[in-house]
C-alpha cells in the first residue's frame, strides 16, 4: 500500500503564495497519478490538479489554472503544489491523492490513496 503524507498549509493573504508538498511511501510509485483535490466547508470535493508520475502530464481546474502549479520530485517520492496568486475562494481543506493510471482524472472515487489533507486558508 502507499501513504501519503501532507503538509504547507497555513494562513495566507490574498495575493500571496503557499507550496503544499506530498510525500509519498510503500510500494513503487511510478505508476501512479498523482493529484490535488479541495473541499472547502459545505461543499463536495473537487478536482484542483493533477500530475501523471511517468511522463509528468498535467491538467488543471478551470478555477486554478495561471495560478497554480502541480510538480513532482521522483527521486523524493513528492508531489507537490504551487499556489500563487491566492484568493478567499481558494481557502479549503487540500487532499492529495494517488491513482493507478497514466492520466490524471477529476473524480475522487477513482483515486486510490489520499493524504489526511491540510487547511488552506486566504484572508483578505
Known amino acids: 500500500q502507499v501513504q501519503l503524507v501532507e503538509s504547507g498549509g497555513g494562513l495566507v493573504q490574498a495575493g500571496g503564495s503557499l507550496r503544499l508538498s506530498c510525500a509519498a511511501s510503500?510500494?513503487?510509485?511510478?505508476?501512479?497519478?498523482m493529484g490535488w483535490f479541495r473541499q472547502a466547508p459545505g461543499k463536495e470535493r473537487e478536482f484542483v490538479a493533477g500530475i501523471s508520475w511517468r511522463a509528468g502530464r498535467t491538467y488543471y481546474a478551470d478555477s486554478v489554472k495561471g495560478r497554480f502549479t502541480i510538480s513532482r520530485d521522483n527521486a523524493k517520492n513528492t508531489v507537490y503544489l504551487q499556489m500563487n496568486s491566492l484568493k478567499p475562494e481558494d481557502t479549503a481543506v487540500y487532499y492529495c491523492?494517488?491513482?493507478?493510471?497514466?492520466?490524471?482524472?477529476?473524480?475522487?472515487?477513482?483515486?486510490?490513496?489520499w493524504g489526511q489533507g491540510t487547511q488552506v486558508t486566504v484572508s483578505s
Open positions: 491523492a494517488g491513482r493507478g493510471g497514466l492520466v490524471p482524472t477529476t473524480t475522487p472515487r477513482e483515486y486510490d490513496f
Open positions: 510503500g510500494r513503487t510509485f511510478s505508476s501512479y497519478t
